[in-house]
């Protein structure tokens, strides 16, 4: 009977203890899942902004590249559009530069196109032949990941 | 360590349950080997996930950082060589240097700027370009 009684403390005192190790492996695993979803959700957004950033840059050095004309006053301090005009063996090209809500919006020869989207405080300035552009790409719902652009770009270089 | 064990304690069925609690045994740590293992696999998951991230982020501003550079370099006024020229502005944990060097046949009109984009002490871009003095 002592042996039987003893035995089944023991039982017991086993189950608490697995419960526990249970508990805290389960309390580890909902802090790791926690962590990767955090993690994936951040690196979601990293490459939303990167995409964004890259895309618009990208489009910005081309067309500025190839203009031989500006509607951004030298000197004239920072504006919200700008316009941008060449002529190649196409004929003469309008290229203009916007924020439409989020999306810097690029519209030449009436063709609209998002160049990158979540941006916001656009501005264009031109000191002689430098055109410099600055904006900022913040992800959605991460206002943590975010870039601040100021990008230099040399009228007519290309 | 038996974590759940047979009420029966009798003769006939000692070896049944002293063979059962040498198998529960080797379960539990299977399980731990098992979720040791997937834990381990997750952890090491999770760091090449936020390394690739970091690599693209990082990539990303130093390249629009090191076009910046170079474009300014183009609309500025030629400097002899050895040289360098004004940087841009960077942000925060980044910075960017430039220098020239001069080019084969010894034309002191032409030279080539190599632009290093860094983030802390580790160089993570690095592109060059040629600049003619016209």
């Known amino acids: 009977m002592n042996d039987r009684s003893s035995e089944r403390g023991f039982v017991l005192l086993e189950f ?143 | 360590m038996p974590l759940l064990r047979p009420k029966n304690h009798s003769r006939s069925h000692a070896k049944t349950a002293h063979s059962q609690r040498g198998f529960v045994m080797i379960e539990m740590m299977l399980a731990v080997a098992i979720v040791g293992t997937a834990m381990l696999a997750t952890v090491s998951a999770f760091s090449t996930a936020s390394k690739t991230a970091r690599f693209v982020q990082e990539t990303t501003t130093a390249e629009w950082l090191a076009t910046s550079q170079i474009e300014l370099i183009r609309v500025a006024t030629f400097q002899l060589t050895p040289g360098t020229y004004t940087t841009v502005p960077a942000p925060t944990g980044y910075s960017v240097a430039n220098v020239t060097s001069g080019v084969a046949g010894g034309d002191s009109n032409i030279q080539i700027v190599t632009v290093t984009v860094s983030r802390g002490a580790d160089d993570v871009y690095e592109t060059s370009a040629m600049k003619v003095n016209r």
């Not at chain 1, 301090?77 to 809500?101: E, I, K, N, P, S």
């Not at chain 1, 160049?115 to 410099?132: A, W, Y």
Request: proline content about 1%; hydrophobic content about 40%; charged content about 15%.
């Open chain 1, 16 to 158: 608490v203890v697995s419960v526990s190790f249970m508990a805290m492996l389960g309390a580890l695993v909902v802090s790791m899942l926690g962590q990767g979803w955090d993690l994936n959700s951040r690196n979601s957004a990293i490459l939303e902004v990167s995409v964004s950033t890259s895309t618009s840059t990208t489009w910005l050095v081309r067309d500025i590249h190839v203009a031989t004309g500006t509607d951004i006053t030298d000197g004239g301090g920072t504006q919200a559009t700008a316009q941008f005009t060449w002529t190649d063996a196409g004929g003469a090209h309008v290229c203009d530069y916007a924020l439409v809500t989020d999306d810097l919006q690029r519209t030449c020869d009436a063709v609209s196109l998002s160049t990158g989207d979540n941006i916001s405080n656009l501005t264009f300035e031109r000191s002689g032949d430098l055109v410099t552009i600055s904006y900022e790409v913040t992800a959605p719902n991460r206002n943590d990941v975010a870039d601040s652009i100021v990008l230099n770009v040399a009228l007519g270089a290309g």
